[in-house]
């Protein structure tokens, strides 16, 4: 069966889209899933079940007209079995009247189904916020890849249609071969002997056509996947490829150190250990820095990890980068005119987190949020604030 619902890929506009929607009831629905086969058997059965418990909720407050239309598409997903056999290692789908979200996650997520008159978005903001995503573009002169992950998990992204997958897409069907022509010794590392005379003017152009396919990957990715995600991007090609695809990129997101070898040899999973063990340190860097910047902030009177006056804060538009502890949540919600932190209708902190609220707010108002784990927090208390004044 044709897939009826492509899943969407997870954006900071997805989640901006999601916190200021005004339409209501919203419909939340989070369940931990399975890549493989048995286990993934399971995953439409308990998904059937959870929306059987929305239904029964909206039963409560809308006529029976206004049920069926909500959650039509979410049936209509459940029964769709290609959806189901391409699953990561969590799901997230929430709909209301006039919207409809699929979100495929990397990371399990507690159980949850819940209709309110907002959506509940904290383990989007998880996977978008968490320090350890990163992107890996997958580059040889045969094939381009796009992957997003963390240390524990590295996907595939279905790339957008302006990237070119080869350089025949890129350059057309005339371009010059070069698995024939180049020496290995100081060309681009694809020949297999050595060069021999009139091949010097068929290395240059061999290499001017690998930077006009370089140059038309980079714009492309730039534009549809670094800008959108916000992810830094990690380079995996062979070394000569590296040198000349720094040389050419505009794209900020890129990490200047990347994996040197040949994307097209590796497993999928040699693939992820070998770049997780690029990402680290760049990623204990960036968790170092924004520690020390909240220190210096503090120390100057313009941070704190007090959560009253950090809610206060985060109302005014004071609060210009935020650090929240991955696993801590509290219960209560803010106000969101005073910051005020009331007690939660639902006494669940899964439902109505303070911290949630806290990083909904401060992105509104224009600030940084970053989850980092326990260890890598610069206090104790959950939050670490620091104010623009």
Same mark, same amino acid.
């Given at each position: 069966?044709?897939?009826?619902?492509?899943?969407?890929?997870?954006?900071?506009?997805?989640?901006?889209?999601?916190?200021?929607?005004?339409?209501?009831?919203?419909?939340?629905?989070?369940?931990?899933?399975?890549?493989?086969?048995?286990?993934?058997?399971?995953?439409?059965?308990?998904?059937?079940?959870?929306?059987?418990?929305?239904?029964?909720?909206?039963?409560?407050?809308?006529?029976?007209?206004?049920?069926?239309?909500?959650?039509?598409?979410?049936?209509?997903?459940?029964?769709?079995?290609? =959806?189901?056999?391409?699953?990561?290692?969590?799901?997230?789908?929430?709909?209301?009247?006039?919207? =409809?979200?699929?979100?495929?996650?990397?990371?399990?997520?507690?159980?949850?189904?819940?209709?309110?008159?907002? =959506?509940?978005?904290?383990?989007?903001?998880?996977?978008?916020?968490?320090?350890?995503?990163?992107?890996?573009?997958?580059?040889?002169?045969?094939?381009?890849?796009?992957?997003?992950?963390?240390?524990?998990?590295?996907?595939?992204?279905?790339?957008?249609?302006?990237?070119?997958?080869?350089?025949?897409?890129?350059?057309?069907?005339?371009?010059?071969?070069?698995?024939?022509?180049?020496?290995?010794?100081?060309?681009?590392?694809?020949?297999?002997?050595?060069?021999?005379?009139?091949?010097?003017?068929?290395?240059?152009?061999?290499?001017?056509?690998?930077?006009?396919?370089?140059?038309?990957?980079?714009?492309?990715?730039?534009?549809?996947?670094?800008?959108?995600?916000?992810?830094?991007?990690?380079?995996?090609?062979?070394?000569?490829?590296?040198?000349?695809?720094?040389?050419?990129?505009?794209?900020? =997101?890129?990490?200047?150190?990347?994996?040197?070898?040949?994307?097209?040899?590796?497993?999928?999973?040699?693939?992820?250990?070998?770049?997780?063990?690029?990402?680290?340190?760049?990623?204990?860097?960036?968790?170092?820095?924004?520690?020390?910047?909240?220190?210096?902030?503090?120390?100057?009177?313009?941070?704190?990890?007090?959560?009253?006056?950090?809610?206060?804060?985060?109302?005014?538009?004071?609060?210009?980068?935020?650090?929240?502890?991955?696993?801590?949540?509290?219960?209560?919600?803010?106000?969101?005119?005073?910051?005020?932190?009331?007690?939660?209708?639902?006494?669940?902190?899964?439902?109505?987190?303070?911290?949630?609220?806290?990083?909904?707010?401060?992105?509104?108002?224009?600030?940084?949020?970053?989850?980092?784990?326990?260890?890598?927090?610069?206090?104790?208390?959950?939050?670490?604030?620091?104010?623009?004044?």
């Amino acid at each position: 069966m044709k897939t009826i619902h492509a899943p969407d890929t997870l954006t900071p506009a997805h989640l901006a889209e999601l916190t200021s929607f005004q339409g209501r009831p919203c419909l939340s629905l989070y369940q931990t899933t399975h890549r493989h086969h048995p286990e993934n058997q399971q995953d439409p059965v308990r998904f059937r079940h959870l929306v059987k418990a929305l239904q029964t909720s909206l039963h409560r407050l809308h006529p029976s007209d206004a049920v069926q239309a909500l959650v039509e598409p979410f049936d209509a997903l459940a029964q769709d079995h290609d =959806f189901w056999n391409h699953m990561q290692d969590g799901l997230a789908v929430l709909g209301a009247p006039g919207l =409809f979200r699929v979100f495929l996650l990397q990371s399990p997520v507690a159980e949850l189904a819940v209709v309110a008159d907002s =959506f509940h978005t904290k383990p989007l903001r998880q996977s978008l916020q968490s320090i350890g995503r990163y992107q890996v573009l997958a580059l040889s002169l045969q094939r381009v890849q796009l992957f997003e992950g963390d240390q524990n998990a590295l996907d595939a992204v279905a790339l957008a249609a302006d990237v070119p997958r080869t350089m025949t897409v890129a350059l057309g069907e005339k371009h010059t071969e070069p698995h024939t022509t180049v020496s290995s010794h100081g060309g681009l590392g694809v020949g297999h002997g050595p060069m021999h005379d009139g091949q010097g003017s068929k290395k240059d152009e061999i290499d001017s056509e690998a930077e006009r396919f370089f140059r038309a990957v980079d714009r492309a990715v730039l534009e549809h996947h670094s800008i959108p995600s916000g992810l830094p991007l990690m380079l995996a090609a062979l070394p000569e490829h590296h040198q000349m695809f720094h040389k050419l990129s505009h794209n900020p =997101f890129l990490m200047a150190k990347g994996l040197m070898a040949d994307p097209q040899g590796l497993t999928p999973d040699a693939l992820r250990q070998r770049a997780w063990d690029v990402a680290a340190p760049h990623q204990q860097a960036q968790q170092a820095a924004w520690s020390d910047a909240f220190a210096v902030a503090a120390a100057k009177g313009l941070g704190s990890e007090n959560l009253s006056e950090v809610a206060h804060a985060a109302v005014a538009g004071r609060v210009a980068t935020l650090l929240i502890e991955a696993e801590r949540q509290v219960a209560g919600r803010i106000d969101a005119s005073t910051g005020r932190i009331d007690p939660s209708e639902t006494g669940n902190p899964r439902v109505d987190d303070v911290l949630d609220d806290l990083g909904t707010l401060v992105e509104k108002m224009g600030g940084q949020v970053h989850i980092l784990s326990a260890e890598r927090m610069p206090c104790s208390t959950g939050v670490a604030a620091s104010f623009r004044h």
